[in-house]
């Protein structure tokens, strides 16, 4: 993020030193750099954007929420058919419960597609707040800091890292939480039937934690390092449309077509560094999510071949 509340493009600028940035502008700050905000600054930044829209976030996350329960409510019921059915119930209890599960996902289809429209307006305010900041705390630059910015680090923080901020209030924050919510239900439901057969359960999800200390330690710089090499390309591309004329009149196409593949062979370095974060943390957690499952059904099988 930016000092303004963007995310951080970290592009080198100039000969901009940190002692030209406004105060209040706060970020690790390098020389020849614009500063981009630490950890610390992100969170007390994101938590300010949510206390200045707290009842909207609310709502997402109350309505997110009760859709996650909705949706949990179906196979408890389902489990419930399933004992009824075993001490004797009949027909009549598939017939009590199993208009409960229809209704069940009915309300979790309703309450997602509301959550999703409260999300979104949540997010398209947020954006505009930070939009709005940005602009401000842009014009109230010295003119002098801005030019030797650069036009495309100026416009990656104000395009995809507002746009990065705003996913991440709208989408990735309260499903997030949810998540995080519904499977500490889950778990315990697990631990509550059977604690050996949440230990297992438990246990099998630690490649989860692994690869999560693993991907966060890289992914700050690696990201960081990312949007740099974007908005030294934009910076580029932005300078030769701008000095078209001038490139023709003193022949310097060689020179800016150099220029240009220099800027995109860093961008695409760091691409495929991030690119090979993903490729590592996603599979180990697609393949973390079977483990659980499989060592339940490990267990179960063992317990039915020594009761047999």
Not at 109 to 123: D, I, K, M, Q, V
Not at 172 to 194: H, K, N, R, T, Y
Not at 241 to 258: I, P
Request: proline share 4%; aromatic share 6%; hydrophobic share 50%.
């Amino acid at each position: 993020m930016t000092a303004g509340g963007s995310g951080g493009s970290g592009r080198p600028a100039g000969k901009v030193s940190a002692g030209k940035v406004p105060a209040g502008g706060g970020g690790e700050e390098t020389a020849g750099r614009l500063p981009v905000a630490s950890p610390a600054e992100v969170r007390r930044a994101t938590g300010r954007l949510v206390r200045a829209d707290g009842r909207a976030f609310a709502a997402v996350l109350a309505l997110n929420v009760l859709a996650a329960a909705a949706g949990l409510a179906g196979p408890w019921l389902l489990g419930r058919i399933i004992d009824e059915v075993r001490s004797g119930g009949g027909v009549a209890a598939v017939d009590r419960l199993a208009p409960a599960i229809l209704g069940c996902a009915l309300g979790q289809l309703l309450l997602a597609r509301w959550a999703r429209y409260a999300g979104h307006r949540f997010g398209e305010r947020t954006l505009a707040r930070v939009r709005e900041g940005f602009v401000e705390r842009t014009l109230a630059l010295p003119a002098s800091v801005v030019e030797r910015a650069g036009a495309g680090d100026l416009t990656t923080r104000g395009t995809a890292d507002v746009a990065a901020v705003g996913t991440t209030l709208r989408d990735a924050g309260p499903e997030l939480l949810v998540c995080a919510v519904q499977a500490s239900l889950l778990l315990g439901a697990v631990f509550l039937i059977d604690p050996l057969l949440g230990a297992v359960g438990l246990l099998a999800l630690t490649p989860i934690w692994w690869v999560l200390r693993w991907y966060l330690r890289r992914a700050r710089a690696g990201y960081l390092a990312e949007g740099a090499a974007t908005s030294e390309v934009a910076d580029v591309l932005a300078e030769t449309a701008a000095g078209a004329r001038t490139v023709e009149a003193f022949r310097l196409q060689e020179r800016r077509t150099a220029a240009s593949r220099d800027a995109l062979e860093v961008s695409r370095r760091t691409r495929f560094r991030t690119l090979f974060l993903r490729s590592v943390f996603f599979p180990v957690v697609e393949v973390s999510y079977s483990l659980p499952v499989a060592g339940a059904c490990w267990w179960a099988g063992s317990c039915t071949r020594g009761a047999t």
